[in-house]
C-alpha cells in the first residue's frame, strides 16, 4: 500500500525557515522521482521541487535558490527546506511520486499548510 505522509507545516515569518517532511511507505522513495507541490488558495497547484533517482534536482523559478528538496534514503523520507519564505509561499504542500519513464505523478499525500507572516 502506498502511502506519503506530509508534516512540518505550520506557521512562519517572513524571512525564517522551515522543513517539512514526506514521509513514504509501500515503496522505495529511491526508486521513484519524487516532488514537492504547492497550492495557494484560489491558484491552479504548481511543482516547485523535484529529485530524480540519481538525486538531480530541480526548481520551480520562484524558490530556486531558496528552497532545498532533498531525500533520506535510510528513513525512505524526502524533505523539503524552506528558506527566507514570503507571504507568496504561503499554501497547502504536497508531496508527490512517480515513476521515472512516467511524467505525470500517480501518487500523492494529503496535503500539510504553510502560512507565512
Known amino acids: 500500500h502506498v502511502q506519503l505522509v506530509e508534516s512540518g507545516g505550520g506557521s512562519v515569518q517572513a524571512g525564517g525557515s522551515l522543513r517539512l517532511s514526506c514521509a513514504a511507505s509501500?515503496?522505495?522513495?529511491?526508486?521513484?522521482?519524487m516532488g514537492w507541490f504547492r497550492q495557494a488558495p484560489g491558484k491552479a497547484r504548481e511543482g516547485i521541487a523535484g529529485?530524480?533517482?540519481?538525486?538531480?534536482?530541480h526548481y520551480a523559478g520562484s524558490v530556486k535558490g531558496r528552497f532545498t528538496i532533498s531525500q533520506d534514503n535510510a528513513k525512505n523520507i524526502i524533505y523539503l527546506q524552506m528558506s527566507s519564505p514570503t507571504p507568496d509561499d504561503a499554501g497547502m504542500y504536497y508531496c508527490?511520486?512517480?515513476?521515472?519513464?512516467?511524467?505525470?505523478?500517480?501518487?500523492w499525500g494529503q496535503g500539510t499548510q504553510v502560512t507565512v507572516s
Open positions: 508527490a511520486a512517480r515513476e521515472p519513464w512516467q511524467t505525470e505523478y500517480n501518487y
Open positions: 509501500g515503496f522505495s522513495a529511491r526508486s521513484r522521482c
Open positions: 529529485i530524480r533517482r540519481d538525486g538531480d534536482e
